[in-house]
């Protein structure tokens, strides 16, 4: 017992350092790139960008060198643009988790053991898997009634696994959380803990079971759409048995026409159908890339993979509504006060900028004509905003926009004329009326604001009173709040101390210099150690510039 108690003590800390080996090694690429003076020819903003692509596709070659655990928290990161940069998450969002598959009889025995007796009832199990994945693969087979099926199994000895690698995650979180910069408005333990409690979830089959199930009676009255029914009898933690649902890939154009199916009706289908989950029942599929979608003999949309859902609130729902009417106005303050209720802009920030960069973003994406990549537009303008400022958008949000930019592209690849925003019009309307704004909620909001005001202009006499009173006392103090003058000045005087830093380096080096080329060279050692500081504090001066200058990035382009 001991023995293998060691066995298993060795890997689990090979495994715990090639982790961290990552880890260190990202770091110190990440504080690399972040020095101007590493960038031949000068750091440019298409240098920079280039770098950073090449570090996102890094990272995710890493990911899918480390395996399970890491492929699935990449692909949650990937629904976090306010922790990474739009780069990083574009790349992330395209992780597949495409892994050999294990050997058949380790499949054979997982069945085994998860089914016991019932095994029985299962005849013609294919060898070959129709795909493998980081966390299981499928087989198709035959029951004795004759239906045809397909079994999800679990890859053997991933829990164990998944416990080592989350477990080491939660040091990592911790790390990053004290460090002085990628800290600083990040709560990377919580978002670790997030993600462990997802990712253990997403090891228990039994809910994706029950996921398929609700997702199905959703469109069980809907003859476009069909979902695999569950065989319950023979599901288990590790083992998911569904409905084989054979279909044409729904990307596939030429496949298709070759069977008679217009592709532009079942572009049509897909985005109407993702509307319905969205705007009817609030809860979505939220991984509909083209591997979990295909189309049937009879022109049907056939979902697939019920691993990762979304759930929309009911106050979410009525929140977003109201986003939704306040964006077809192209009312920016409230779209704002909408997004600060939310929880989308944190609280105590300047909502001058704010509602400029909103305003800029509608008049942007939704004036017509409108171009046929609205919303991967959209959405990316939203991370490009959402990184480095004050918003936090809720996840279920980010997979809205994900899965609604996923079926653009499809939409487009299926049909060039295909337009998500015609589409959606008449669904956003239920959309918009369910989040207060019916005809007796209208009456009712209008007599509150009616009352509101008659109640403020009865008080005005006393209020004048009184603030003529305290001028005359002396006591009365004016407050003048001033954001953009604030934020100006602020940037003006790092801008000076960092002209004072640069006169200071200059007179250094000269100093060094001088005393180089006299009688006693080494006295050119104290300029040097002294400029070792100043040139720190300067790199930093620099850092702040750059950062405060993206929000002003923004509004000037507006102007």
Not at 329 to 342: N, P, Y
Not at 526 to 549: E, M
Request: charged share 25%.
């Amino acid at each position: 017992m001991a023995g293998r108690l060691g066995g298993a003590v060795v890997p689990s800390a090979l495994r715990a350092l090639r982790i961290w080996r990552a880890v260190l090694t990202l770091m110190v690429l990440l504080w690399w790139d972040g020095r101007r003076w590493t960038y031949p020819g000068g750091c440019t903003p298409e240098r920079r960008e280039a770098r950073q692509q090449r570090r996102a596709r890094w990272l995710t070659a890493e990911l899918l060198a480390l395996g399970s655990a890491f492929i699935k928290l990449g692909q949650l990161l990937s629904a976090r643009p306010d922790v990474l940069p739009a780069g990083w998450v574009a790349e992330l969002a395209d992780l597949q988790d495409r892994v050999p598959p294990f050997p058949f009889d380790r499949a054979q025995a997982v069945l085994e053991e998860e089914l016991g007796a019932r095994c029985a009832e299962i005849i013609d199990l294919d060898e070959q898997p129709l795909g493998a994945a980081s966390l299981a693969q499928v087989h198709r087979a035959s029951l004795r009634s004759g239906r045809q099926v397909v079994l999800k199994i679990q890859r053997p000895g991933l829990e164990r696994v998944f416990r080592l690698d989350l477990e080491v995650m939660q040091q990592v979180a911790a790390v990053l959380q004290r460090h002085p910069s990628w800290g600083r408005g990040r709560d990377w333990v919580a978002i670790a803990q997030e993600c462990r409690r997802v990712l253990l979830r997403e090891l228990d089959f039994r809910v994706e079971a029950q996921y398929a199930a609700r997702f199905r009676q959703q469109f069980l009255e809907d003859p476009r759409i069909r979902v695999p029914g569950v065989i319950w009898e023979l599901s288990s933690r590790r083992v998911l048995c569904l409905d084989y649902l054979p279909g044409t890939k729904v990307n596939d154009r030429e496949a298709l026409l070759a069977a008679g199916i217009d592709p532009a009706a079942v572009a049509e289908i897909g985005a109407a159908s993702y509307l319905q989950q969205l705007v009817r029942y609030g809860f979505f599929h939220a991984d509909p890339h083209p591997g979990n979608l295909a189309v049937a003999s009879d022109g049907a949309l056939i979902y697939y993979d019920f691993g990762m859902m979304g759930l929309l609130s009911d106050g979410l729902r009525r929140r977003l509504g109201a986003m939704v009417r306040a964006a077809a106005t192209r009312d920016a303050s409230a779209l704002v006060s909408e997004m600060q209720a939310a929880g989308v802009i944190a609280g105590g920030v300047d909502l001058g900028p704010v509602r400029r960069l909103v305003r800029l973003m509608l008049q942007e994406a939704l004036t017509p004509p409108f171009t046929a990549n609205v919303i991967d537009k959209l959405s990316g303008d939203l991370y490009e905003l959402v990184y480095g400022q004050p918003f936090r958008l809720p996840v279920e949000l980010i997979f809205v926009m994900r899965a609604l930019s996923t079926f653009e592209g499809v939409g487009r690849s299926l049909d060039p004329s295909f337009s998500l925003v015609a589409i959606a019009k008449p669904y956003l309307l239920p959309l918009m009326s369910a989040s207060g704004s019916g005809p007796n909620d209208l009456f009712n909001e209008l007599g509150r604001q009616v009352g509101a005001l008659s109640s403020r202009a009865a008080g005005i006499p006393r209020r004048l009173d009184e603030s003529l009173e305290r001028l005359e006392q002396g006591d009365l103090q004016l407050q003048i709040r001033m954001g953009e003058s604030d934020r100006q000045f602020r940037r003006m005087v790092t801008a000076q101390h960092a002209v004072g830093q640069s006169v200071l380096l200059g007179s250094l080096a000269l100093a060094a210099a001088l005393l180089g080329a006299g009688p006693r060279p080494l006295w050119a050692l104290l300029p040097l150690a002294a400029a070792v500081p100043v040139g720190s504090g300067w790199l930093r001066l620099q850092i702040k510039l750059r950062r405060d200058g993206r929000l002003e990035s923004f509004s000037s382009s507006e102007r």
